[in-house]
């Protein structure tokens, strides 16, 4: 992933104090003339360079907790560009407003940081043995994920590292230190046994030198009275430019032998870091922010990865299932005008499994039976971690659907219980992964239908998975839509018109259902068109009339949800653009620096 500057053609990205004074330098030195450049101590933050009075300003951007940048003091913006943009025309404090920017030359691309040349490597190795993935199910972890992974890795990426050499003593450091050329400024970090804390140890003039590395409360890094910074490697790349509080600049990495040449274990959180993850949520899904914790992610639940994912139970795969496998309780998780939904656990060959089962209350009613089973034919084609599975049909004293357990309920009435703990980033996160999971539907020419908070199920607070496969169809090779026969009992208000007009289905249909989704959750799932009947509805969007702005809506997603009402389907986008930008928007507000 690219930096979010990475385009703006005066972002050097990871180039020095010094760097930056020679291009502006080379820029011809004019009044207002100025660069960006990556900040080296804050993660995510920026420094912009400028030019007054032949002299050059340096000022540090740092990047919010709310995912907005300023500069000290100064007003807040959404992106560096935005920053820049707005001292161009008032230099609020600065030495002078912004007014030339000193473009790269030709062929000098922005430099990359030492962190970006291993990010996309460790991310993936990260996400495979983390959570034993691979193939499409690894590329979807990744997609969801990364904010989330790329705050965990760089907290950890000095792990990495070659001058890293974990938790050894004072004495063998030094062993090392003094082993082979002894060069001015040959460095190596190391873990102390106080919890939290580290040591630089360098050589100067042959002499060993530690100094001791701290964490303070808001989890930045620092040697004693010198710089702070979000993470170690950031320390270690700015001493290499700066003698900050050492007795020199750090020049030559003292290699710590048992570090791997292609580094691929997973990085372990570092001790005032590392939480202890309680998959075990409440039974309704609600699972208090833990403060500085990693929160639970969608791979840590089980049901991420497909119950048939162990190749001895795939090859026992029916759709039919023992009646002695399943064990069902008596509770029940809700109903519908088929039956209810029971608890129960079905028993694999190595596992047993959480299950919701559907049960058919009147196995004579055969229109109501054939509907189940064709829900269940449907369900068995799909596989994906965002779509609730189907474990198969049981034909037993009621027919039953079993599937995956969704403990957490349908999302509207997750959000209108929970109205006041859940933030507008974890609305936008669970929107993500729906969006994920209609991707993967229409890639596989498969219409939903119903696609509706109701029917999104949340495993936990920040995993949802899209369910009820009542209505859905899959689409011919040949066709872009589905066309019904009859109109039936239909969720109006999720339609989009060409459904009602012409009976016409397409996945385009289902993003204006998407649309109406989106608008669910922004409101924490308040019911659309409260006050109107369906045909009032179909008459209203036909005027033009949309849904309103949910008060607590982001722009960006209350755009995407306009352009999710297009009226005319062609126009409408599809949900490979739509999964993109609910991803670009969900990164831009994830991507905040790390903090404890
Ligand atoms: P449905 O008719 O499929 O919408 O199911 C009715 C209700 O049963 C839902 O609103 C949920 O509360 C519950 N339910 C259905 N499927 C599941 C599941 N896989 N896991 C947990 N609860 C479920």
């Known amino acids: 992933m690219r930096d979010v500057a990475f385009n703006l053609p005066f ?113 993936r190795e990260y996400a495979r043995q983390t959570w034993n993935l691979e193939g499409d199910t690894l590329e979807q972890a990744i997609i969801s994920q990364a904010p989330q992974l790329q705050k965990l890795i760089a907290t950890t990426a000095h792990e990495k590292m070659a001058w890293y050499h974990a938790s050894i003593a004072r004495e063998e450091a030094e062993r090392r230190l003094y082993s082979g050329a002894q060069p001015d400024g040959k460095y190596l970090l190391r873990q102390r046994k106080e919890a939290g804390t580290y040591a630089l140890s360098m050589l100067y003039g042959k002499t060993a030198y530690h100094y001791r590395i701290e964490l303070d409360k808001s989890g930045k890094f620092s040697i004693p009275d010198g710089s702070k910074f979000d993470t170690l490697w950031q320390l ?9 509080g050492v007795i020199s600049v750090l020049r030559e990495a003292c290699n710590n032998p048992s570090q791997p040449a292609d580094p691929v274990r997973p990085p372990t959180l570092p001790p005032n870091r590392q939480s202890v993850i309680s998959l075990a949520c409440n039974p309704d899904g609600y699972t208090p922010e833990p403060m500085g914790e990693r929160r639970i992610l969608p791979m840590d639940a089980s049901s991420y990865v497909s119950p048939y994912s162990d190749p001895e139970d795939l090859k026992d795969k029916k759709l039919y299932l023992k009646r002695e496998c399943l064990l069902i309780d008596e509770v029940e998780l809700g109903s519908g005008n088929f039956g209810c939904v029971k608890k129960g656990v079905y028993k694999m060959r190595k596992q047993q499994i959480d299950v919701a089962i559907k049960v058919l209350k009147n196995d004579n009613e055969k229109s109501l039976k054939e509907e189940l089973m064709k829900e269940a034919e449907f369900m068995q084609k799909l596989d994906n971690p965002y779509i609730v599975r189907m474990i198969g049909v049981c034909q037993a004293e009621h027919l039953m659907l079993v599937m995956e357990m969704a403990s957490g309920g349908p999302l509207n009435k997750f959000l209108s219980s929970k109205k006041d703990q859940i933030s507008v980033d974890n609305v936008v996160e669970l929107l993500h992964q729906v969006s994920i999971g209609m991707r993967y539907l229409e890639e596989n020419n498969f219409v939903h239908r119903d696609l509706a908070a109701r029917n999104v199920l949340l495993v936990n607070q920040h995993y949802a998975k899209i369910s009820d496969f009542g209505l859905s169809k899959a689409i011919g090779a040949d066709d872009s839509y589905y066309k019904a026969r009859t109109a039936g009992k239909w969720p109006v208000k999720w339609y989009a018109p060409e459904c009602i007009n012409f009976r016409k289905f397409s996945s385009k249909a289902d993003v204006w259902s998407f649309g109406v989704t989106m608008w669910e959750a922004f409101t924490f799932g308040q019911k659309p068109y409260k006050k109107m009947k369906g045909p009032e509805v179909v008459t209203f969007i036909e005027q033009g009339g949309r849904l309103e702005r949910p008060p607590e809506c982001p722009d960006e997603m209350h755009e995407l949800m306009q352009e999710c009402w297009t009226y005319k389907c062609d126009d409408r986008p599809g949900f490979e653009q739509v999964e993109s930008k609910m991803r670009n928007y969900y990164y831009q507000i994830t991507q905040k620096p790390a903090t404890v």
Do not use: W
Not at 55 to 73: D, V
Not at 236 to 244: A, C, G, H, T
């Open 236 to 244: 270690v790349e700015y001493l290499k430019l700066k003698s900050d």
């Open 11 to 123: 972002f050097y990205g990871s180039i020095s104090r010094c760097e930056a004074d020679e291009y502006l330098r080379m820029g011809g030195m004019t009044d207002g003339l100025f660069l960006l450049r990556l900040c080296l101590r804050s993660l995510g933050g920026y420094v912009l360079s400028v030019v007054h009075d032949l002299k050059i300003y340096h000022y540090p951007i740092e990047r919010q907790l709310n995912g907005t940048y300023a500069i000290a003091g100064g007003k807040s913006h959404c992106g560096p560009e935005e920053l820049c943009e707005y001292y161009s025309r008032d230099a609020d404090g600065l030495s002078c407003v912004l007014r030339k920017p000193c473009i790269r030359p030709a062929g000098v691309e922005p430099k990359p940081g030492a962190f970006d040349t291993i990010r996309e490597h460790m991310l």
